[in-house]
């Protein structure tokens, strides 16, 4: 006799993991800073200890897509808690630069198990409309927890709490996620789904996911890129680095869990376009900017990143169903593998530029700000692509797509 399968309790679990990733995510670009001055890191070095998190995750959420239905979700999170567990440790008593990179790793390989788990589990628990709401109300935890990791962060670092201290704090939602899914009932797969490897590979040669593949790319990078520099990049324009976070990921953590309501007036098409609109501004004004200013851009900017990755999520598991666990694992990790490639590339930007400044002899009144400003702007392009990509993408829909009618919206509750 099967168990019941415990709807809530899975989804809070898939809640507090996500939540472990966005304080890994927070906590890392807080104490960036100190690890620099402790290893005497260059920004390129600090690029690329960044890039393992990334890396780490596509590895994972790759793997993790191909064998889904041969071992589950729950074994998937074993291995995340294991992962976690050894990433946050080594981190702690990292040696150097290539101690923090293995270290790195570990924490983005937990990381991109998260997602491989929970994304398909949440979408077996769900359909239609709902499960639009609840991805989005789930990936409302990554900068749910990022808000969280930002503001102890910075407390944690004003009141001189060293780097060390901060990350143990991560072992918190780490171990009680592990509780709360130890013996728990998962449930079967959407038979759709799950009914071949071969069959998942071949949908994923569709147009649509083709299309989403590329711009899965983009979207990433639009996020993550400056986010994850934030603690330097902002750190000479008049506004704290760590608040700016903390109200960038506040407002996509409300923005998510109204996603429901914000879809169904703009469907996912239009959210996407919307979200580019959006990012494009907040970017730029980031990069012209200063003062209290910086949180006017950090709005625009949350609003505009918002909805990218769970309505890509989603978008993909919708429209191109029998892609599987495997496709929403690859798109998800193409994501992640693109923003891994430019963390090094971004250090080398903010390295050269204040080169470049020096080298000339120009007096500038604060090269720190002019470099990372500069940078900013570079990293408008990518989102101001995704403007004519999301509209050609919205016109193309709007004439071929019919969405599935659900008439029932539930959970599910057995197994």
Not at 1 to 13: D, E, I, P, T, Y
Request: glycine share 10%.
């Amino acid at each position: 006799m099967s168990k019941q399968v415990n709807s809530n309790a899975l989804f809070l679990g898939s809640c507090l993991a996500l939540i472990t990733t966005g304080l890994t995510f927070s906590i890392r670009a807080g104490i960036l800073p100190q690890l620099g001055a402790s290893f005497n890191l260059s920004a390129e070095q600090l690029g690329f200890i960044n890039s393992m998190w990334f890396l780490g995750f596509p590895i994972s959420m790759i793997l993790g897509g191909l064998f889904y239905y041969k071992i589950g979700p729950a074994n998937i999170m074993r291995i995340a808690f294991v992962s976690h567990t050894l990433g946050i440790i080594l981190t702690i008593f990292a040696t150097g630069y290539t101690s923090l990179l293995v270290s790195t790793l570990f924490i983005g390989f937990g990381n991109g198990c998260t997602e491989a788990a929970c994304n398909p589990l949440i979408a077996d628990l769900y359909s239609g409309k709902r499960m639009d709401k609840m991805l989005n109300r789930f990936h409302m935890w990554f900068p749910g927890g990022i808000v969280l990791g930002s503001l102890i962060s910075k407390f944690m670092t004003d009141f001189g709490a060293s780097w060390q201290t901060q990350m143990w704090i991560i072992m918190v939602p780490t171990i009680l996620y592990a509780i709360i899914f130890w013996g728990k009932a998962f449930p079967e797969a959407k038979q759709e789904a799950a009914a071949s490897i071969s069959n998942n590979f071949k949908a994923m040669f569709s147009p649509i996911f083709i299309f989403l593949f590329c711009c899965m790319a983009l979207t990433a990078i639009s996020e993550f890129g400056p986010q994850q520099w934030v603690g330097i990049i902002m750190a000479d324009s008049g506004a704290s680095p760590m608040l700016i976070l903390a109200l960038v990921t506040g407002v996509m953590a409300v923005g998510r869990f109204f996603a429901g309501s914000v879809i169904k007036v703009l469907g996912q098409t239009g959210v996407l376009l919307f979200s580019a609109v959006f990012a494009t501004i907040g970017v730029y004004l980031f990069s012209v900017v200063t003062g209290g200013m910086a949180y006017v851009a950090a709005i625009f900017f949350a609003v505009g990143v918002c909805y990218f990755w769970p309505t890509m999520i989603a978008t993909t598991a919708q429209r191109v169903p029998l892609s599987g666990a495997l496709g929403m694992s690859i798109i998800g990790g193409v994501g992640m593998f693109s923003t891994s490639i430019f963390q090094p590339i971004i250090g080398r930007w903010i390295d050269k530029s204040k080169e470049t400044v020096v080298a000339t002899g120009q007096t500038v009144e604060n090269i720190d700000l002019a470099v990372g400003q500069a940078t900013l702007a570079k990293l408008a392009i990518f989102p101001a692509i995704l403007i004519v990509v999301f509209l050609f993408f919205y016109i193309w829909q709007k004439r071929t797509y019919k969405p599935e009618v659900h008439p029932e919206d539930s959970p599910v509750e057995t197994a």
